[in-house]
């Protein structure tokens, strides 16, 4: 059972990153997935989720900028992120979650957590 990120790297404000993340050995359309970033030395925060019932939620600071999807066929969870910030700079991480009222985006309910990608956003 295993999630793997792929996507980041050094991009300049403005700029947009395509991060995938990967499942192997669960399917991922029986769950709801989220994204999830670490910047240094700050605590885990909620991205993006998309929830078993197709509700998505956003972050207040990635609304209008980032997008998640999933493409089931492919095992596969997708976040489409355009006009970078400098604050975006952190780990990413994708991760299935456990729904409970008002908390579609806590780190707590995460409970398979694939390993991260790095974005950097500098001029």
């Known amino acids: 059972v295993q999630l793997q990120a792929s996507g980041g790297g050094l991009v300049q404000p403005g700029g947009s990153l395509r991060l995938s993340c990967v499942a192997s050995?669960?399917?991922?359309?029986?769950?709801?997935i989220a994204w999830f970033r670490q910047a240094p030395g700050k605590e885990p925060e909620g991205v993006s989720s998309?929830?078993?019932?197709?509700?998505?939620y956003y972050a207040d600071s990635v609304k209008g900028r980032f997008i998640i999807s999933r493409d089931n066929a492919k095992n596969t969870v997708y976040l489409q992120m355009d006009n970078l910030k400098p604050e975006d700079t952190a780990v990413y991480y994708c991760?299935?979650?456990?729904?409970?009222?008002?908390?579609?985006?806590?780190?707590?309910?995460?409970?398979?957590r694939g390993q991260g990608t790095l974005v950097t956003v500098s001029s």
């Open positions: 998309k929830i078993i019932t197709g509700d998505t």
């Open positions: 050995g669960f399917t991922m359309g029986d769950y709801s």
């Open positions: 991760a299935t979650m456990t729904v409970r009222p008002n908390r579609p985006l806590d780190p707590g309910l995460a409970f398979i």
